[in-house]
């Protein structure tokens, strides 16, 4: 196998370690020249990298070249793959993106809801200068985003990059709930082959099997019904707000028995429930500051203290191999099933053609070959449409710069669905974006 160069953009994220760690278990299966990573913020950045040398001479010896950069032109001149996961404002704008809609009752979610909104708008101008560099200095390097929110971005960048399809959009949440249902089965989560249709942190899965075709579905549900539903990846397992998240998954299964869904979902099921359930003063924003982000940096300081991981846990994570692997599979065309967001194009026959759905593919070295699903109940195509014209709203909004749009994008939403509501906390989200947001007209 021809080893590749690999980018990973916003390399200061707290995500960027795992990452690591998953590199190293992967390389094998993907085996690497080269990892640059590249950020606009150098000292956040810096923080990350200098640990990630010292990991990386430690337990990637054969790698040649590693490096960090806030210049795009050495950090894409020679890349093959690109992982793109920047958060445009960073947490301290996430932050504000869940509390401000919380003030007014409604939903504080950094993808779903008004913040997702929010956290989009500031996304999607970023998003495509970031596409437009990476092509100007490699244009057939595979771009793997997984940038949120995922949906929204997904839908500006189609309509940017229309034929662009090495850009690929990607989530680890479906994985993340199969690693969950393979414990509980007692698997390992690459024998499940799963079946599911919907839009990006908005989906079912529809079926389960294993890789002799035996169907697992139903003893999954029993399972989560009888024995509850925990996360079991190591980068969430014992954390307490996915365990409720997760926990959550069983209620919705008791409501809606027919598919299994995404954990997101329950923002817009019982939206009014989890609105009252959160708190204002430590949003996730807030637990992922003091938690992850904290033991992160403490973990890079420990490692760059001994020159040597002997006194840290470091631990490759779903989120790293599903990512990893599947930008193997698109470069050495193993043709693998994923789930990743695609255009619809009739794969979902009751959905619009131009829709990005979030299908099962094989991730071939021509892009995504998505799997037909044929037509879907009336719940789900009802739930869908109005979150689908939510999305597209935001978008248009964006590139109209229409506050009219906007308005009626989160009054489409079913985390808000009153007007006044939607009004008040779109002026204050206007307020706090100053300087990321488009000025908008009215
Ligand atoms: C899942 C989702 C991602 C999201 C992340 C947030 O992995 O798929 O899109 O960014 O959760 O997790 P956090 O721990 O930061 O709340
Ligand atoms: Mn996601």
Same mark, same amino acid.
């Given at each position: 196998?021809?080893? %590749?160069?690999?980018?990973?953009?916003?390399?200061?994220?707290?995500?960027?370690?795992?990452?690591? %760690?998953?590199?190293?278990?992967?390389?094998?299966?993907?085996?690497?020249?080269?990892?640059?990573?590249?950020?606009?913020?150098?000292?956040?950045?810096?923080?990350?990298?200098?640990? *990630?040398?010292?990991? &990386?001479?430690?337990?990637?010896?054969?790698?040649?070249?590693?490096?960090?950069?806030?210049?795009? %032109?050495?950090?894409?001149?020679?890349?093959?793959?690109?992982?793109?996961?920047?958060?445009?404002?960073? &947490?301290?704008?996430?932050?504000?993106?869940?509390? @401000?809609?919380?003030?007014?009752?409604?939903?504080?979610?950094?993808?779903?809801? $008004?913040?997702?909104?929010?956290?989009?708008?500031?996304?999607?101008?970023?998003? +495509?200068?970031?596409?437009?560099?990476?092509?100007?200095?490699?244009?057939?390097?595979?771009?793997? !985003?997984?940038?949120?929110?995922?949906? @929204?971005? *997904?839908?500006?960048?189609?309509?940017?990059?229309?034929?662009?399809?090495?850009?690929?959009?990607?989530?680890?949440?479906?994985?993340?709930?199969?690693?969950?249902?393979?414990? &509980?089965?007692?698997?390992?989560?690459?024998?499940?082959? $799963?079946?599911?249709?919907?839009?990006?942190?908005?989906?079912?899965?529809?079926?389960?099997?294993?890789?002799?075709?035996?169907?697992?579905?139903? #003893?999954?549900?029993?399972? +989560?019904?009888?024995?509850?539903?925990?996360?079991?990846?190591?980068?969430?397992?014992?954390?307490?707000?996915?365990?409720?998240?997760?926990?959550?998954? #069983?209620?919705?299964?008791?409501?809606?028995?027919?598919?299994?869904? !995404?954990?997101?979902?329950?923002?817009?099921?019982?939206?009014?429930?989890?609105?009252?359930?959160?708190?204002?003063? !430590?949003?996730?924003?807030?637990?992922?500051?003091?938690?992850?982000?904290?033991?992160?940096?403490?973990?890079? #300081?420990?490692?760059?203290?001994?020159?040597?991981?002997?006194?840290?846990?470091?631990?490759?994570?779903?989120?790293?191999?599903?990512?990893?692997?599947?930008?193997?599979?698109?470069?050495?065309?193993?043709?693998?099933?994923?789930?990743?967001?695609?255009?619809?194009?009739?794969? +979902?026959?009751?959905?619009? %053609?131009?829709?990005?759905?979030?299908?099962?593919? &094989?991730?071939?070295?021509?892009?995504?070959? $998505?799997?037909?699903?044929?037509? +879907?109940?009336?719940?789900?195509?009802?739930?869908?449409? *109005?979150?689908?014209?939510?999305?597209?709203?935001?978008?248009? *909004?964006?590139?109209?710069?229409?506050?009219?749009?906007?308005?009626?994008?989160?009054?489409?939403?079913?985390?808000?669905?009153?007007?006044?509501?939607?009004?008040?906390?779109?002026?204050?989200?206007?307020?706090? !974006?100053?300087?990321?947001?488009?000025?908008?007209?009215?």
């Amino acid at each position: 196998m021809e080893r %590749k160069n690999l980018v990973i953009a916003g390399g200061g994220s707290t995500y960027t370690l795992g990452m690591i %760690k998953s590199l190293i278990s992967e390389k094998d299966n993907f085996p690497l020249r080269s990892i640059i990573f590249f950020d606009n913020d150098e000292k956040r950045q810096t923080q990350i990298a200098e640990a *990630a040398e010292i990991i &990386l001479k430690e337990q990637y010896p054969e790698l040649e070249h590693f490096d960090c950069t806030t210049d795009k %032109k050495t950090a894409f001149q020679k890349a093959d793959v690109v992982f793109v996961q920047i958060r445009t404002g960073g &947490l301290k704008m996430r932050e504000l993106d869940e509390q @401000i809609p919380l003030r007014h009752g409604v939903v504080g979610q950094e993808t779903c809801g $008004p913040g997702g909104m929010a956290y989009g708008f500031r996304s999607i101008k970023d998003m +495509i200068q970031l596409v437009n560099d990476i092509r100007f200095y490699a244009k057939d390097a595979w771009i793997l !985003n997984y940038t949120n929110p995922a949906a @929204i971005v *997904a839908e500006a960048l189609r309509r940017v990059f229309p034929d662009d399809y090495k850009l690929v959009n990607i989530c680890d949440m479906p994985i993340a709930i199969m690693h969950s249902y393979a414990s &509980l089965l007692d698997m390992d989560v690459w024998d499940l082959v $799963p079946e599911y249709f919907g839009l990006n942190h908005f989906g079912w899965f529809t079926k389960l099997e294993d890789l002799q075709g035996n169907d697992l579905t139903n #003893r999954i549900k029993e399972k +989560i019904i009888h024995e509850g539903f925990v996360p079991t990846d190591s980068e969430i397992a014992n954390d307490v707000s996915w365990k409720k998240t997760f926990e959550q998954a #069983r209620n919705m299964l008791l409501d809606f028995p027919e598919y299994l869904p !995404n954990t997101y979902l329950q923002y817009y099921l019982y939206p009014e429930e989890l609105a009252e359930k959160e708190s204002i003063n !430590n949003t996730r924003a807030r637990q992922v500051i003091n938690g992850r982000e904290k033991r992160v940096h403490e973990t890079c #300081r420990q490692i760059c203290k001994d020159k040597s991981t002997e006194n840290v846990i470091l631990e490759s994570d779903i989120h790293g191999v599903y990512m990893v692997r599947a930008a193997a599979s698109f470069v050495y065309n193993h043709k693998e099933l994923y789930i990743v967001m695609v255009e619809n194009n009739g794969v +979902i026959a009751n959905l619009p %053609k131009e829709a990005m759905v979030e299908v099962p593919a &094989l991730l071939t070295v021509n892009g995504p070959k $998505p799997l037909a699903i044929g037509e +879907i109940p009336i719940f789900y195509k009802g739930l869908i449409e *109005a979150q689908l014209a939510y999305e597209q709203l935001v978008a248009d *909004a964006y590139f109209e710069r229409s506050y009219h749009k906007l308005l009626q994008a989160l009054t489409l939403n079913r985390t808000v669905v009153d007007t006044d509501k939607a009004k008040a906390i779109l002026d204050d989200l206007i307020q706090a !974006n100053e300087g990321y947001w488009p000025e908008l007209q009215k």
